[in-house]
């Protein structure tokens, strides 16, 4: 019996605590080995992380890398599905705070279920994140080198672009009812960075739905369509009549609306849109 104790005592010595975004502390006393994620951002980022060979469970649309879209789908916008969680038996559950239910993380916990929740709303979050789950699953090296070039590239971006002329933007994400997305969205962090300023950055809810007769009294000189919407390109035709003085584009909505490390390819792209409708503006 005492040398079962000591064992135990040494686990518990060894075990390494992580706070989550709900101030959840959770125990690791060794790297997990049967990872579930409950938003495609995190499939991605536990790829990014080099932990994809730890991935047995996903949630609905965790379409990259094409791996991520093999597993098993265990989550949806319907909720969870506990009984799969349960049977594919995860080291732990990673979850979206602001994504997913809170009665449903607080089941799964209930059934003995360790949740690691996560809610990046900046782009040094999403470094943050990555090395977090890299120290979770025992790839910290992997995780920490992807992270580092991440943050080299926003850097980067934000050198070649902060001093210029801002540019007022109009984010369109959802056709009926119209929506856009306001300042609490990391996407506004993306337009800053390029230069530009989003004419609804003031609107409290992260993804609110404004009227046309409201865009048109903002005057943005850019319109940025969601390039997921199927029909993009008549939304961006009745743009051009509406807004003749504008500038109507697209932009890379997977790229840009997920917390991933895929920002910053999105936000390269963002800001060279951004700069174009910038050199307009110097010719009108």
Do not use: K
Request: proline letters at 5%.
């Amino acid at each position: 019996m005492l040398a079962v104790a000591l064992c135990l005592l040494a686990v518990t010595a060894l075990a390494r605590e992580f706070s989550d975004a709900r101030g959840r502390r959770i125990a690791i006393a060794a790297p997990v080995t049967r990872l579930v994620t409950l938003a495609p951002y995190l499939a991605e980022l536990v790829f990014a992380a080099g932990a994809g060979d730890r991935l047995v469970g996903v949630s609905a649309y965790s379409d990259y890398p094409p791996a991520a879209a093999e597993l098993p789908v265990v989550s949806s916008s319907q909720g969870l599905n506990r009984e799969r969680i349960l049977e594919l038996a995860p080291d732990l559950v990673l979850a979206w705070q602001s994504g997913n239910r809170e009665a449903d993380i607080e089941g799964l916990e209930a059934l003995g279920t360790r949740v690691f929740s996560s809610e990046p709303r900046s782009l040094a979050d999403i470094a943050v994140l990555v090395n977090r789950i890299g120290e979770l699953a025992g790839t910290r090296p992997v995780a920490g080198r992807q992270a580092a070039e991440f943050l080299s590239r926003i850097a980067d971006l934000r050198a070649r672009y902060a001093r210029r002329s801002p540019v007022p933007v109009f984010l369109q994400i959802e056709r009926r009812p119209l929506m856009t997305l306001a300042g609490g969205h990391l996407v506004n962090e993306v337009l800053a960075l390029c230069g530009a300023r989003n004419v609804f950055a003031e609107l409290e809810s992260l993804a609110p739905t404004v009227s046309a007769e409201a865009v048109l009294a903002r005057a943005p000189r850019a319109v940025l369509v969601a390039s997921t919407l199927p029909d993009r390109e008549a939304i961006q035709a009745e743009w051009r009549q509406r807004l003749p003085g504008a500038q109507v584009r697209s932009f890379e909505a997977d790229l840009l609306l997920r917390h991933t490390l895929r920002v910053a390819e999105g936000a390269r792209g963002l800001c060279a849109q951004i700069q174009a409708v910038r050199e307009g503006m110097r010719s009108d």
